[in-house]
């Protein structure tokens, strides 16, 4: 999109095609969706997920040819390390559109050099193609799309069609070793991992090469709703799912070898249950609630997994123990996505209340809830990119920068800073309402007990936070959202994609280029740190106001 470009969406007139920040002018580059043939007869069953994949350039001593046999991945990167987050990312890779937060370097565009668009009527791909790119992936009915984030054709390079059942959850991850990078979860229950080089090598329209997990309800017909790798996890993946379960998979194993558990005796207690034989795939059950994993994520070093359900409660797992860190309930109605910070502090959750929460992991319990949105939140993404302007990185009133996604059509950018957070203070009953004669709320001195699940504490006991930006981005409902180090990447339940580049980036420049690396270095040199929640009452601070553009 060139700086003449109209400041309104000749698609969508009511659209502004930038919104404002106290940093800049974010600009919409260009969009991208499905063909326009797809039907939307199954759109109920498997609202869209984005997905974006770093392919990294293909070593030189590896053959073209099948697929070797599954092996672990090997040490990650200290950027991965330092910034992977969310639903088993690494730093250089996106996993997972609700709740996503990666870190993502992607390279040159590619659409030329790989063929013309699905839309095409003479898609062929290059067969002996191995070069890099950056790739949304994302899903709309019965087909799984694969599109170049670099080049400005609408249409996806790639389109996957699965015959027997919907695809509603992905996950990719650069760091294997043989090839089998790309994760799919479908409505049926079933799982694949395939290799994303594979695929954009493959002219056909169906999976090539793939490992099949849980075929034919093997572990039972529950839809899948969720996927991840484990980070630092050497090849190990879990599958959250409808029925409350979330199964452990091991990537080096045959997916194919029947399974079985001990019967479950008591429904509403967690309890993890490990396959009776060594040679079963999947290896664990995990049986988190009685009601639907609707999102799942992880920490950035793999030790600490986050869920979100049905029944409304954030559950923070210690995944080697195998055992409940806490949790903590929403207002109103079901969770239905969460991310992890960079750091590993703090953990973003919305829902159908409306209202974005901030967790401590630290604290265990609610720190901070926005209020902005005027439906269910879809997706929330901290920012991994972002720095506050004249930040010095002396650990001292960090900010933090997340956006959210809602059913409203909104984009809502937030800044965190956990220092300057006006903390609720209480009176006693009676007394005067001044300073002197009140006390912080009892939410803030009370200690939660590790291993429990506790109700939301009084909206009047937890400090609110409001939204530095409000900008409805699509004309659809929004599913999700994920930040690169150039850009915004927002999705709608329709599968229609917008890139927004961030300020001070030219809109001719080659968006995730390989060597746009510097908030890594930058993050390597001064590490994050959060400093605690100031308890004086001299933090108390009015709450950032709302630009509207």
Same mark, same amino acid.
């Given at each position: 999109?060139?700086?003449?470009? !109209?400041?309104?969406?000749?698609?969508?007139?009511?659209?502004?095609?930038?919104?404002?920040?106290?940093?800049?002018?974010?600009?919409?580059?260009?969009?991208?969706?499905? !063909?326009?043939?797809?039907?939307?007869?199954? /759109?109920?069953?498997?609202?869209?997920?984005?997905?974006?994949?770093?392919?990294? &350039?293909?070593?030189?001593?590896?053959?073209?040819?099948?697929?070797?046999?599954?092996?672990?991945?090997?040490?990650?990167?200290?950027?991965?390390?330092?910034?992977?987050?969310?639903?088993?990312?690494?730093?250089?890779?996106?996993?997972?559109?609700?709740?996503?937060?990666?870190?993502?370097?992607?390279?040159?565009?590619?659409?030329?050099?790989?063929?013309?668009?699905?839309?095409?009527?003479?898609?062929? *791909?290059?067969?002996?193609?191995?070069?890099?790119?950056?790739?949304?992936?994302?899903?709309?009915?019965?087909? *799984?799309?694969?599109?170049?984030?670099?080049?400005?054709?609408?249409?996806?390079?790639?389109?996957?069609?699965?015959?027997?059942?919907?695809?509603?959850?992905?996950?990719?991850?650069?760091?294997?070793?043989?090839?089998?990078?790309?994760?799919?979860?479908? /409505?049926?229950?079933?799982?694949?991992?395939?290799? *994303?080089?594979?695929?954009?090598?493959?002219?056909?329209?169906?999976?090539?090469?793939?490992?099949?997990?849980?075929?034919?309800?093997?572990?039972?017909?529950?839809?899948?709703?969720?996927?991840?790798?484990? !980070? &630092?996890?050497?090849?190990?993946?879990? $599958?959250?799912?409808?029925?409350?379960?979330?199964?452990?998979?091991?990537?080096?194993?045959?997916?194919?070898?029947?399974?079985?558990?001990?019967?479950?005796?008591?429904?509403?207690?967690?309890?993890?249950?490990?396959?009776?034989?060594?040679?079963?795939?999947? $290896?664990?059950?995990?049986?988190?609630?009685?009601?639907?994993?609707?999102?799942?994520?992880?920490?950035?070093?793999?030790?600490?997994?986050?869920? $979100?359900? =049905?029944?409304?409660?954030? =559950?923070?797992?210690?995944?080697?123990?195998?055992?409940?860190?806490?949790?903590?309930?929403?207002?109103?109605?079901?969770?239905?996505?969460?991310?992890?910070?960079?750091?590993?502090?703090?953990?973003?959750?919305?829902?159908?209340?409306?209202?974005?929460?901030?967790?401590?992991?630290?604290?265990?319990?609610?720190?901070?809830?926005?209020?902005?949105?005027?439906?269910?939140?879809?997706?929330?993404?901290?920012?991994?990119?972002?720095?506050? !302007?004249?930040?010095?990185?002396?650990?001292?009133?960090?900010?933090? =920068?997340?956006?959210?996604?809602?059913?409203?059509?909104?984009?809502?950018?937030?800044?965190?800073?956990?220092?300057?957070?006006?903390?609720?203070?209480?009176?006693?009953?009676?007394?005067?309402?001044?300073?002197?004669?009140?006390?912080?709320?009892?939410?803030?001195?009370?200690?939660?007990?590790?291993?429990?699940?506790?109700?939301?504490?009084?909206?009047?006991?937890?400090?609110?936070?409001?939204?530095?930006?409000? /900008? =409805?981005?699509?004309?659809?409902?929004?599913?999700?959202?994920?930040?690169?180090?150039?850009?915004?990447?927002?999705?709608?339940?329709?599968?229609?994609?917008?890139?927004?580049?961030?300020?001070?980036?030219?809109?001719?420049?080659?968006?995730?280029?390989?060597?746009?690396?510097?908030?890594?270095?930058?993050?390597?040199?001064?590490?994050? $740190?959060?400093?605690?929640?100031?308890?004086?009452?001299?933090?108390?601070?009015?709450?950032?106001?709302?630009?509207?553009?």
């Amino acid at each position: 999109m060139s700086s003449s470009s !109209p400041a309104v969406n000749p698609q969508s007139p009511s659209l502004k095609t930038y919104f404002k920040t106290p940093e800049g002018r974010y600009k919409l580059q260009y969009e991208k969706t499905h !063909p326009a043939a797809v039907l939307h007869y199954s /759109h109920g069953k498997a609202v869209s997920q984005l997905s974006i994949a770093y392919l990294k &350039e293909k070593p030189a001593n590896q053959a073209s040819a099948a697929p070797s046999t599954p092996s672990a991945s090997g040490v990650r990167s200290a950027a991965a390390r330092l910034l992977g987050a969310g639903n088993g990312s690494r730093a250089l890779s996106f996993v997972g559109g609700n709740g996503a937060n990666r870190v993502v370097s992607g390279s040159s565009k590619i659409g030329g050099s790989v063929g013309t668009s699905v839309g095409s009527s003479s898609s062929q *791909l290059v067969a002996n193609y191995d070069g890099k790119g950056t790739y949304l992936i994302f899903n709309m009915a019965d087909t *799984l799309f694969i599109s170049d984030l670099n080049s400005q054709d609408k249409d996806p390079i790639k389109a996957i069609n699965f015959s027997n059942s919907n695809p509603v959850c992905h996950a990719f991850d650069s760091e294997v070793k043989d090839g089998h990078d790309l994760l799919i979860g479908l /409505h049926s229950g079933d799982v694949y991992s395939v290799s *994303l080089r594979q695929q954009l090598q493959d002219p056909g329209r169906k999976l090539v090469a793939a490992h099949h997990y849980n075929k034919d309800g093997a572990n039972g017909n529950s839809r899948c709703t969720c996927i991840a790798w484990v !980070p &630092e996890g050497d090849g190990t993946f879990v $599958v959250g799912y409808a029925d409350g379960n979330v199964y452990v998979y091991e990537k080096c194993k045959d997916g194919t070898v029947d399974c079985s558990f001990p019967v479950i005796k008591d429904q509403t207690q967690f309890i993890v249950s490990h396959a009776r034989s060594s040679k079963s795939n999947p $290896v664990a059950r995990w049986r988190i609630c009685q009601s639907s994993i609707n999102n799942l994520s992880f920490s950035s070093d793999g030790t600490c997994l986050a869920t $979100v359900s =049905r029944d409304g409660y954030l =559950r923070v797992f210690d995944f080697a123990k195998e055992q409940l860190k806490f949790g903590g309930k929403s207002y109103y109605g079901a969770l239905l996505c969460c991310a992890w910070s960079f750091d590993g502090k703090y953990i973003l959750t919305g829902g159908e209340d409306d209202l974005v929460q901030v967790w401590s992991t630290e604290d265990r319990k609610i720190v901070a809830w926005g209020e902005g949105h005027n439906s269910w939140v879809s997706g929330v993404a901290f920012d991994s990119y972002w720095s506050a !302007p004249n930040s010095e990185g002396n650990g001292e009133n960090v900010v933090y =920068r997340f956006g959210s996604v809602g059913q409203d059509t909104q984009l809502l950018l937030w800044d965190l800073a956990m220092d300057e957070i006006a903390l609720p203070l209480r009176g006693p009953p009676g007394g005067s309402p001044t300073f002197a004669s009140r006390s912080h709320s009892v939410h803030w001195d009370s200690v939660i007990p590790a291993g429990s699940l506790q109700p939301a504490p009084s909206m009047q006991d937890v400090p609110k936070i409001s939204p530095l930006v409000a /900008h =409805r981005v699509h004309v659809d409902p929004l599913s999700g959202v994920i930040f690169t180090n150039e850009s915004i990447v927002t999705i709608s339940r329709e599968a229609h994609i917008k890139i927004w580049m961030r300020p001070g980036h030219s809109d001719n420049s080659q968006s995730n280029s390989p060597d746009a690396v510097a908030p890594i270095a930058i993050l390597k040199d001064k590490p994050v $740190v959060a400093s605690s929640i100031k308890t004086s009452g001299s933090s108390y601070k009015q709450p950032t106001s709302v630009i509207f553009s």
